[in-house]
């Protein structure tokens, strides 16, 4: 008999899934779709929110919720009420990060974001390999974003049909995956309870390098010259 997944994972799973489509996804540049993901993240951030607000009434935390919604508020009232729909975005990302800092813990927050990189890495390299050196991802559906940029889907890979030679991994241009990179890198080493995984380390310096992102490159040599390796 099939195990029945464990309700409590359901949630999580989904917050997780929607974040990954709303930070830097190659498809949010190309669907509009991160006011919609953001508007039912902050509604399933509410009660975590209303919890702690019943908790801890105002101290600081609170205050530096409230601190920031209205200085969106603000700002868009002084601008004329004009670009709603980025407004409306800043305020959902606000809600749904505060909603994520009080339920989860840090600690975990770090260790499901090294898994999903780590298995974003490896898929990235295949994907990277198998268009750069081979022709079976040629079937891949062609999409152009606002910007007019082409790029080649495969959902959990995808690449910029003119540069194919620079890894995007499944974000919409290169030097966002490598910023992603740095920070896992950042986060292996400093931030995880147990001991750094040099395996995994290696595996996401070898990105950055396919991802030929000077500025990618600058970072970690700065990173490396500082001994934060």
């Given at each position: ?6 309700r ?19 498809l949010?540049?190309?669907q ?8 039912i ?7 975590p ?5 019943k908790k801890h009434k ?6 530096m ?29 606000i809600?749904?990060?505060?909603g ?5 813990d ?9 898994n999903?990189m780590?298995?974003?890495s ?10 750069n050196?081979?022709n ?10 606002n ?8 959902y959990?890979?995808?690449y910029i ?5 620079r890894?995007c ?12 990179l740095?920070?896992?890198?950042v986060l292996e080493?400093c ?11 290696i595996?996401?310096?070898i ?9 990618g490159?600058?970072?970690?040599n700065?990173?490396f010259s500082?001994?934060i390796?």
């Amino acid at each position: 008999m099939l195990k029945i997944i464990d309700r409590k994972y359901i949630i999580p799973a989904i917050v997780t899934i929607f974040l990954i489509l709303n930070s830097g996804y190659a498809l949010y540049n190309i669907q509009n779709y991160g006011m919609y993901i953001n508007i039912i993240l902050s509604i399933i951030s509410i009660l975590p929110i209303c919890q702690y607000y019943k908790k801890h009434k105002i101290d600081s935390f609170v205050l530096m919720f409230f601190s920031l919604i209205f200085m969106v508020v603000a700002t868009y009232i002084v601008s004329g009420f004009n670009s709603t729909y980025v407004y409306i975005y800043y305020i959902t990302s606000i809600i749904v990060g505060f909603g994520i800092s009080i339920k989860y813990d840090f600690k975990n927050v770090v260790k499901v974001f090294l898994n999903i990189m780590t298995a974003v890495s490896v898929i990235s390299l295949i994907g990277y390999f198998l268009i750069n050196y081979t022709n079976l991802l040629s079937f891949l559906p062609i999409m152009n974003n606002n910007n007019d940029v082409t790029y080649a889907i495969g959902y959990i890979f995808n690449y910029i049909t003119i540069i194919p030679e620079r890894n995007c991994g499944i974000f919409w241009e290169p030097g966002l995956f490598a910023t992603f990179l740095i920070v896992s890198i950042v986060l292996e080493v400093c931030f995880k309870e147990s001991k750094p995984n040099f395996i995994k380390i290696i595996l996401y310096i070898i990105c950055i390098l396919t991802t030929k992102s000077a500025a990618g490159y600058r970072i970690t040599n700065y990173s490396f010259s500082n001994n934060i390796l």
